[in-house]
């Protein structure tokens, strides 16, 4: 059984005072819900964020971290701090942060198991560009992408991984990928982890992102391989977020 999940990524928005009225509303709405939720704020508002998700059932986790446990690398944050702080997820290897900061499938795959050491649980986010889709590569660029994260990875920490589909033309542009299109990705990507360790794809929670509003959710996570998502801009919307956490409940029960 794979109970559904919903990740907010606030990504660089925010602060103390939004934190203070968005994380309140989020407990109080999300009491009691059948799904697992988890919100990413930026690394500042952490701490804050972890006093106020104190006795509620919503887990706390950040954006990303370093590969190393410390050391003399100047404006990162490690596993083993994130966790000090109350966090219990990352997400790991976001578009923004391949595109942005160079990240290859190595690294992310490093971070992964970074990750995976300090007892963080992470997102991984696969995905492809508008051109590779458009050349019929995405398949294949997906593909490549969690065969190298499996390959570092190895079988035993492979359970503990969460995978996020994100197509890159998808995230922050408001234009959706279909419910078909993201199921057959997914569907592909729980058939990669099969082939990999068997039982692994049955098991395996598979998250999509991209432009997910309250709107369009229930539809892409009714769809047989999709157990949740990862949200961007509607995760700032008190109303937007819960009502896609809504859509999520319950969904593990059908699949
Ligand atoms: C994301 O940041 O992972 C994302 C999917 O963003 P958005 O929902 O805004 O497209």
Same mark, same amino acid.
């Given at each position: 059984m794979r109970q559904s999940l919903v990740a907010g990524n606030w990504k660089m928005h925010g602060s103390q005072g939004m934190a203070r009225e968005l994380v309140p509303a989020l407990v109080g709405a999300l009491r009691g819900v059948e799904a697992e939720i988890v919100v990413c704020p930026p690394f500042p508002f952490l701490p804050l964020a972890s006093d106020l998700l104190k006795g509620s059932s919503i887990a706390l986790g950040a954006q990303d971290l370093h590969t190393a446990e410390s050391g003399a690398c100047t404006g990162d944050v490690s596993g083993p701090m994130l966790r000090d702080v109350g966090c219990t997820w990352v997400i790991v290897g976001h578009s923004e942060r391949r595109a942005g900061h160079d990240e290859q499938d190595v690294l992310v795959a490093d971070k992964a198991l970074a990750a995976l050491r300090a007892g963080l649980r992470p997102i991984v986010c696969v995905g492809e560009t508008a051109r590779? *889709?458009?050349? #019929? @590569? $995405? =398949? *294949?660029?997906? $593909? #490549? @992408?969690? $065969?190298? =994260? =499996? $390959? *570092?990875l190895g079988p035993g920490f492979a359970e503990s991984l969460t995978l996020a589909y994100e197509p890159v033309w998808a995230i922050g542009t408001g234009v959706t990928a279909s419910p078909e299109q993201a199921q057959e990705m997914h569907h592909r990507l729980r058939a990669q982890a099969e082939s990999h360790a068997q039982g692994l794809g049955a098991r395996m929670r598979l998250l999509y992102g991209g432009s997910v509003k309250a709107a369009n959710a229930a539809e892409l996570f009714g769809m047989p391989d999709i157990d949740g998502g990862l949200i961007g801009s509607a995760s700032l919307d008190a109303g937007e977020f819960v009502a896609i956490c809504r859509a999520a409940e319950g969904m593990s029960w059908n699949k």
């Open positions: 590779q *889709r458009e050349s #019929g @590569q $995405a =398949l *294949r660029v997906v $593909a #490549g @992408q969690f $065969a190298a =994260l =499996l $390959a *570092r």
